[in-house]
């Protein structure tokens, strides 16, 4: 795949697929036909690194939040909650989810409930590796029980918000693209003594630090979205592990349009829980791929 593959074609396509808030599941799902034959989702970057040391939160509030990432992913695995609220002009669509990722061999698998009003009803499981993501139950032509398969340099957002949810490692991979760093106060979740933190944070930059394919969904949103200063609020305990964040994300529901009235604003938010506990994922075997033509959509 070339770099105009990857560069040039989302700035073609988003805003006819992203225009409706309820529709923003589908998103994937509606760009499968041209993304047939490729392969890659998200990942967790240098999470993978070791230190012998205990982890422990910096006391340097940008430091703390660019180090959540790398921190989290050395517990080996998360449980997650997610939630999606989508916000245009005219109207507003809220997408839940439950899941969790394996940061040792890098996989994740999340369920999503899909609003009222959606073409696609019920939920949507997805699949995420880095580089790529799988989704089952993404349109009416698709067979059930079968999966597409996309990479994420196909969609216009990388699959940070395209299929309901952000995955736990994308995640915590755009701290890493941190910019500014406020210390808010310490609030107590759940018996749990939590340091909360807001600022501003780069996608492009946290694709960059991130690296590899687990880089390439922050980059592709990194070029869509049409606020480059994404705005975050992150919690984190002693230890520096990520309990949850919320991104904002921005894009122009009408091609190249500017104004406020044609923004649709994406608030995302990820709460992790129950570090190391074993999470059952796996990717979807080549025979239960649904294999799409070139010219089929798959609504």
């Known amino acids: 795949m070339t770099d105009q593959q990857r560069t040039g074609r989302p700035a073609r396509r988003p805003a006819p697929h992203l225009r409706s808030a309820?529709?923003?599941a589908l998103l994937?799902?509606?760009l499968a036909a041209g993304a047939a034959g490729c392969s890659g989702g998200s990942g967790g970057g240098s999470s993978d690194q070791q230190s012998n040391a205990p982890d422990q939160l910096a006391a340097d509030p940008l430091t703390a939040v660019r180090n959540a990432a790398d921190i989290t992913g050395r517990t080996g695995s998360a449980h997650t909650a997610t939630e999606l609220v989508t916000e245009s002009a005219e109207k507003k669509a809220s997408f839940s989810g439950t899941g969790g990722y394996d940061y040792v061999k890098r996989i994740g698998r999340l369920e999503v409930q899909v609003p009222p009003g959606a073409a696609t009803t019920g939920k949507i499981v997805e699949?995420?590796?880095?580089?790529?993501?799988?989704l089952q139950n993404s349109g009416a032509k698709v067979p059930e029980g079968k999966w597409v398969k996309l990479d994420v340099r196909q969609l216009p957002d990388g699959n940070?918000?395209?299929?309901?949810?952000?995955?736990?490692?994308?995640?915590a991979g755009a701290l890493r693209g941190a910019q500014k760093a406020e210390a808010v106060g310490t609030?107590?979740?759940?018996?749990?003594?939590?340091?909360?933190y807001r600022g501003t944070l780069d996608l492009a930059k946290a694709a960059d630090a991130t690296g590899g394919r687990g880089g390439d969904g922050l980059r592709m949103g990194a070029q869509t979205f049409t606020v480059k200063d994404v705005p975050y609020d992150a919690w984190l305990d002693d230890q520096g592990r990520l309990r949850k964040v919320v991104e904002v994300f921005t894009f122009a529901g009408v091609a190249g349009s500017k104004e406020a009235k044609d923004q649709v604003k994406v608030t995302?938010?990820?709460a992790l829980s129950d570090f190391g506990k074993p999470v059952e994922a796996a990717e979807p075997s080549a025979s239960d791929i649904y294999q799409m033509k070139p010219t089929e959509s798959p609504k």
């Open 187 to 196: 609030e107590t979740v759940d018996g749990v003594s939590l340091h909360h």
């Open 127 to 134: 699949v995420v590796l880095p580089g790529t993501v799988y």
């Open 268 to 270: 995302s938010t990820t």
């Open 28 to 30: 994937a799902a509606a």
């Open 160 to 171: 940070l918000v395209s299929s309901g949810a952000t995955d736990p490692a994308s995640s």
């Open 22 to 24: 309820a529709g923003a």
